[in-house]
C-alpha cells in the first residue's frame, strides 16, 4: 500500500440552505480554505487518526470493529442512508472518547468505511490538517469526510489518483467519492442534504437539489463568467448542524404549510440567482441582482428562526459595504456579505474594524475554486 495525500475546498451556501433538505433549490461555492488528509500504513492492525488541530491522536485497533454485522460488500455503490445496527455498534466504541464533533464525524466515517472496503488486518494512519475554522458553516465536516473518503478509496485501490497532465474535474471516481462522503456526512448530521460533500467533492459553484425521496441528486455546474469574491465573517459562536437541522424540522411539523411555503420562497431565490448567474452579463447588475437576493433569503432564515444575535451584529457592521446573510446552517457560525458596487476601500476597512472589535475573523474569499 502507498501513501497518498489530498486535500478538499471548504465552502459557502450562497442561497438555499435549510430548504434544500426539504427538496429546493441551493447554491454553493468552494472557498479558498482547504482541509489536508494523508494516508499511510499502519505496521500494527489498527486505525489511527491524528488531527493536529485540534490535538487529537486516536488509534483503534481493527478487531475492536463491528465485523459481525457488516453489510455486504459493494463499494462501488454505497449505500444512500445508514445501517443503524452500526451506528450503535460504533457509537458504543466512541463511548469514552472526547465529545469532539471532527473526532467523532471522522471516526464514525473512517470505521464505517473500514468496515465496508477495509480488511480486518491492514491498518492505517490518517492525519488530517485543516485551514476551515470548525463548526463555522463552511462545510469544516464535509472537507473531512471528503478527505477520510478519498484516502480510503486511493489507500485500497478502488480508484486511481490523476495522471500527470488529467483534468479530474470530472472524473467519474469523483461520483464515488461524494456518495461515500455522504456516509461521514449522515454520521455527524443525521439527515443532510448531501450539498456540502458534493461542494467540498466538486468545488467550483454548484447549484444543488435532492429530491424529497432522497435517491436521486441534481447537480448543475455553473461558469463563473468574471471572478465573485464576498468577505466571510467568522461570529465564532458555535453551533450544532445537527440540532439546527432538527429545529426546522420541529417547526415544520408545527406549522407544516407556513414553513413549506417559505422552502418555497427560498426555492425562487436559487433558481433567480442561477437565472441571474447564467445571464446577466453587466456584473454590477449582476451583483445588484444577487445583493438583493441575499437580503430576502436572510430574512426567511430568520422566519426559520436560524439566525443568531451575533449575525445580526455582523449585519449591522457590514451594512454600508453590503448585504449580509448566514452560511450554512446559521445558530452562529459564519455569514457571507458581497460588496455592493458602491462601496468605498474606506467604508470597507472601517467595517473590517468594527468586526475586528467583536473578535470576529474575516476572510476575503474567492468564489468556486478547485474541488
Ligand atoms: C449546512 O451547510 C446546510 C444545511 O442546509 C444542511 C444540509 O443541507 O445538509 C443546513
Known sequence: QRSFIVSSPGKTILFGEHAV????????????????????PNEKPEITVKMQDIETNHSFPLESLPWDIVPPKDVLHPPNT??????????????NEKNNVLNYLSMLCIIYLYLQIGSPNQGCIITINSEVPLGAGLGSSATVSVGVATCLLLF???????????????????????NWSFIGECCIQGSPSGIDNAAATHGGLIAFRKSTAKTTVMKQFLTLENPLS??????????????????????REGSPLIVDSIFQTIDGISRSAIQALESETDVRRLREILGQLIFIN???LEALNVSHITIDRVIDATKAIGPTKLTGAGGGGCTITLRNNDCSNEMFENAITKLNSFKNSVYD???????
Not at 21 to 40: K, P, Q
Open 21 to 40: 433538505v426539504y427538496g429546493a433549490t441551493a447554491l454553493a461555492a468552494s472557498i479558498s480554505l482547504r482541509t489536508y488528509c494523508r494516508i499511510e
Open 298 to 300: 436572510q430574512k426567511m
Open 82 to 95: 445508514l445501517n443503524n445496527e452500526i451506528v450503535t455498534a460504533l457509537e458504543k466504541l466512541l463511548i
Open 365 to 371: 474569499s474567492l468564489l468556486g475554486g478547485p474541488g
Open 230 to 251: 464576498v468577505l466571510i465573517t467568522d461570529t465564532k459562536q458555535p453551533k450544532s448542524t445537527k440540532e439546527l437541522i432538527q429545529k426546522v424540522c420541529r417547526l
Open 156 to 178: 485500497f485501490g478502488f480508484i486511481q489518483p490523476p495522471k500527470e497532465g488529467e483534468d479530474y474535474s470530472r472524473h467519474e471516481s469523483l461520483t464515488l467519492i461524494e
